[in-house]
């Protein structure tokens, strides 16, 4: 293994000098890694998830999610958190290694205002102001006419830029915010779940608010890993109370394979494919006198995210935006950092611990390759998807089956269907990741030791449970706890998982 990660590697160092410099940024994703997202948070894409979904019934089924919008703060209204409706949202499927997309569904939604008259926002009791009914409840189905400022949607399948698109469905309604007991009672039931609606090849899709399942004491680890705890417990959940909008599709297995088969092993040809997720703006925004923008041009892309933390820890400052705006096909511009990872350095004089020296062919095969068949993982587990150059992208196995007993730390854990497989909502991402960058990890033996094999940011669960149904984040956050605002409470509840 050590001698192909080593010429991968030395391959994308060596296409990484014949770039000729870096792509030029348009506009800038993940919570708030890159200097030019911060003032577009309609764009910006926290977290990415792929994996065999799990529910029963659903065995032959892969469930794709991406978020936007993130740090939502539950009552922030009257307007709340809607998708934009200048932004084209995708997630792209690259099932051949060169690092371009072969199948992308796109996302667009339309927002409508039925009463422009009304004081209020995206909850209007119009009944009640006309004299005909009384205020409660005021949303309690998505056709309900209260609810004031609904958004349409539709997607749509691409194989690979300029052949066939597909549009799946159209005219799907997103639920409105949960704004309170009062506005929208009995969210889940009524509202959310209503919201998943079929598609015409036996999969399914769901666009609106869920709660924000990403885990992570985020202000102590910004804090130059200033953490409360380096174990798995101890730390607070940074994200705990907030929301995020997400768009989430399930997809035949082998609607996503290059032969268009179910791969009868992990190790078949085609059975690895890697996914991400982008955000577009339009070139050119025109400023009308009514206040109203007029978006014309063709897409540019904004956003980018396939790793969790990628962007955050590996890509340094000067070409954070840069790395939104490019493709994982262009990836060879960033391979040194992988290489060589400044993380890595941060660990070793926080912590005061040996870390293994570059080149990290071990960082290589998890974020720009894939892991190969090795003597580490074992004969039937592989993610490597390549054509010899480094494409930053989440792999998945599809032939790699749900785990019965899911373990948090993904393949450290010894569960070989979490995360550097795909990622479930319920991976411990940020552990993990420091474990691989403290070299804690098989692949690295000399330094595969405590604390490196054990570091942590004391946080080993999210704030809320997710769902054992799709789209498997948990019910956002309300806006009216009566108990003060939500993100000061960092209660850790078990997960339904």
């Known amino acids: 293994m050590r001698k192909i990660l080593t ?276 070139s050119t925004t025109v400023l009308r006198p009514n206040g109203k923008r007029l978006a014309t041009g063709p897409f540019r892309q904004v956003s980018r995210l396939g790793n969790p933390l990628v962007n955050e820890v590996i890509i340094p400052l000067g070409l954070k935006d840069t790395f939104n705006s490019s493709t994982p096909a262009n990836d060879a511009q960033f391979a040194q950092f992988v290489v060589d990872p400044q993380l890595a350095k941060l660990l070793a004089a926080v912590f005061g611990i040996a870390v293994p020296p570059p080149p990290r062919n071990d960082l290589v095969s998890i974020f720009a390759t894939g892991i190969p068949v090795n003597a580490v993982t074992g004969p039937n587990y592989t993610t490597f998807l390549s054509d010899g150059r480094p494409h930053e992208m989440m792999r998945l196995n599809v032939a790699i089956p749900p785990s019965a007993s899911p373990n948090r730390l993904g393949l450290l854990g010894g569960d070989v269907a979490g995360y550097p497989n795909g990622r479930r909502v319920g991976d411990d991402v940020v552990d993990i990741s420091l474990r691989a960058v403290a070299g804690g990890t098989p692949f690295t033996p000399p330094t595969n030791a405590p604390p490196n094999s054990t570091l942590g940011d004391g946080v080993d669960r999210n704030d809320l449970p997710y769902l054992t149904r799709f789209p498997y984040l948990g019910t956002p956050h309300s806006g009216n706890t009566k108990t003060g605002k939500p993100h000061e409470h960092h209660q850790i509840i078990p997960s339904s998982e």
């Open 7 to 282: 010429a991968v590697a030395a391959g994308a160092l060596a296409l990484a000098t014949l770039t000729g410099g870096p792509i030029r940024p348009t506009q800038a994703s993940s919570h708030r890694e890159a200097p030019l997202i911060v003032a577009d948070p309609l764009a910006a894409n926290p977290d990415v998830y792929a994996f065999r979904s799990p529910e029963a019934g659903r065995e032959g089924f892969v469930t794709l999610i991406a978020n936007w919008i993130p740090f939502q703060e539950p009552s922030g209204g009257p307007h709340f958190y809607k998708f934009d409706d200048n932004v084209l949202y995708e997630i792209k499927i690259d099932n051949t290694g060169d690092g371009v997309e072969d199948i992308t569904y796109q996302f667009r939604f339309n927002t409508q205002f039925k009463n422009p008259d009304i004081v209020l926002g995206m909850a209007a009791p119009n009944q009640a102001l006309s004299g005909t009914g009384g205020i409660e409840p005021l949303i309690t189905s998505n056709e309900d006419p209260d609810y004031n400022e609904p958004q349409l949607y539709t997607v749509t399948r691409q194989n690979r830029p300029g052949r066939t698109t597909t549009q799946l469905a159209g005219g799907l309604i997103t639920p409105p915010n949960n704004i309170g007991e009062r506005t929208t009672p009995n969210y889940e039931a009524a509202l959310a779940q209503p919201a998943v609606y079929p598609l015409p090849n036996g999969g399914r899709v769901f666009a609106g608010q869920r709660d924000e399942g990403f885990y992570i004491d985020v202000g102590a680890v910004f804090d130059t890993l200033n953490l409360r705890s380096i174990t798995d417990t101890g730390g607070v959940d940074g994200l705990s109370g907030f929301n995020v909008n997400t768009v989430a599709i399930e997809v035949p297995i082998q609607e996503l394979t290059r032969n268009g088969n179910v791969p009868a092993s992990a190790t078949a040809d085609g059975a690895v494919v890697g996914v991400w997720a982008t955000a577009s703006r339009r």
